[in-house]
């Protein structure tokens, strides 16, 4: 079975969050999201999850003030973090399920 991608074309994506395409290709061009498809600027499609990071970004950019090579140090932190929490969750899932199965087997 094949994973569903939800896709947002550069045009819709800025009509909206209300984003200049300026403000994405600054975003692409320093690595924080890229274009799921699409070789021209016109044609890009972006991914639902990278528009989530797309527009933190943008966000930090507006309310801080600071500059993109140290947003996209940001956003890849924050990208790690929820990775770190989405794998320690597993991990306790998975020690519950092992604690009550020891348990129940007692």
Not at 15 to 43: C, F, K, R, S, Y
Request: with cysteine.
């Amino acid at each position: 079975m094949s994973d569903i991608v939800l896709g947002i074309s550069l045009q819709e994506l800025c009509v909206q969050e209300g984003i200049t395409e300026t403000m994405v290709i600054e975003v692409v061009e320093h690595g924080i999201a890229e274009p799921l498809a699409g070789n021209d600027i016109n044609d890009w499609i972006f991914e639902l999850n990278s528009v989530h990071w797309m527009k933190k970004a943008i966000r930090l950019y507006h309310d801080l003030d600071i500059d993109w090579v140290s947003i996209a140090i940001v956003i890849d932190l924050l990208q790690q973090k929820d990775v770190l929490l989405r794998e320690n969750e597993r991990l306790k899932n998975q020690l519950d399920r092992f604690v009550n199965h020891v348990n129940d087997r007692h």
